[in-house]
């Protein structure tokens, strides 16, 4: 189950989101820590209230209430009164959970009572220990949430869940922090009574919330079995990918049972020995193409020439690497010009540039390399052939194709350009463009190319290339471009509305 959270700050917002909660979760739960005017009577008289849990959650519980422990709890007895599904205490405050046990009695209310523990900081070795002491008194469920601080602190979270989630007492356990997401998304599969998302439009309740909108859409966070295949991207940061949107969405499109994860990694080979026996396959970004390769057991020719991987396969062989960055940019420059015999610079020696590097040279092209830092262009234009040319000289040669494998133009340098506005002041119309960044999809190289006749590729493509290499490698399934395009512009939107949300 996805219990939807909100915290209203009035009885009029209360009933706007309750109403949008229901709809979008099996459970809603009402943080009622900001709502002066609350009326519960009025939220039985309108909804169903079997499916509500109500919290009342003090400041040092991670909450926003401020008054006397007698006005925090009396929200949760009037609950128990009127029969809601669910009323949530935390743990240290024992003596109110009393309370709330003795009013269940006294009402003969079937209200289920959650006895809950937050832990903001860390997670602790000992999880079992402390669930089993709140195991023992009379709550009807216990739920324990704890801190992320590494990827690895989400296992212990699922050896929690599956050591007592076959007991009688019913059990909620995820993490908070970005680090944890993927235990929001995993843990009804491990055996959480239910997992919390707020409404995408009405912001977080608690660090490292997914949307639900995305656990339902995205993710099919109620559908996700504990056998299900786990792929993912490894990476820090990995928050801006759109990798999670645009696969899972294939995932789901070619009926497969398997999801797709962001993992934010510190720790790679940590990573790797705790999660070995949980991943199939996973892509690969910043900073670990070139320190996971001593970890593999294969690695194909061109990603050895690359010096990088992108992406790698569980295999009965062990874990295969491959890189799939050149297939995309050759694919996305192909769509619009042949490679072969014709003359590329290429702006930039960094990990996108020397796969671009060999993916030209791949194509039988004439490579001409600028740099700003001239001794990395002169390394790689060793190990593929190619001419050097300064970086102040890069606008005064010709060539057929410009390449820019660098960040110049990325948000959120939207106006910042790779080439300097003489290379735009002649008629471009015999020459290809292509630009790496796909934030912006049309940046500020390929809109003035454009205007002055450039042929044009665009980043987009190069990740759909990549993209569609690196699926067809763990499933055997060659996704259509439509598909991946769809996907992917989607997801760019959706990456735009949720930083949108977040500045406000």
Known sequence: MITASIIPSSQKELTILLEEALKKGDLAEIRVDLADDLNLLDICNNFDIKRVIVTNRKKDEGGKFEGSEKDRISPLIDAIKLGFGFVDIEASSNDLFQELIFKKREFSSKTNIIRSYHLFDKTPNNLKEMALKM?????????????????????????????????????????????????????????????????????????????IEILNDVYRANSIKNDFEIYGLIG???????????????????????????????????????????????????????????YLDKIDPMATKIGAVNTIKKTNEGIFGTNTDWIGAVYSIEKVSSIKGKKVLILGAGGTGKAIAFGIANRKGETIISNRNEKKALELSKKVDADVVSWSDRNNIDFDILVNATKVGMVPHNDSCPMEESFFSKDLSDITVFDAVYSPINTKLLSMSKERGAKIANGLDMYIGQ??????????????HEKMEEYSMNALKLREELNENKGN
């Open 236 to 294: 820090n940061p990995v928050k801006e990918s759109i990798g999670y949107y645009v696969h899972n969405k294939l995932l789901s499109y070619h009926n497969l049972d398997a999801i797709y994860l962001n993992f934010l990694v510190d720790d790679l080979g940590r990573f790797l020995d705790s999660f070995k026996d949980q991943f199939k396959g996973l892509c690969i970004t910043m900073p670990f193409k070139e320190k996971i390769m001593p």
């Open 467 to 480: 993209a569609m290499a690196q699926f067809e490698l763990w499933t055997g399934i060659k996704p259509a």
């Open 135 to 211: 195991k023992e008194a009379n709550s009807d469920i216990i739920k324990v949430v704890t801190y992320a601080n590494d990827i690895t602190d989400n296992l212990k979270i699922k050896d929690l869940l599956s050591s007592l989630s076959n007991n009688n007492k019913k059990i909620i356990s995820f993490l908070m922090g970005e680090k944890g997401e993927i235990s929001r998304i995993l843990c009804n599969s491990w055996g959480s009574y239910t997992t919390y998302a707020p409404l995408k439009r009405a912001g977080k309740t608690a660090p490292g919330q997914i949307p």
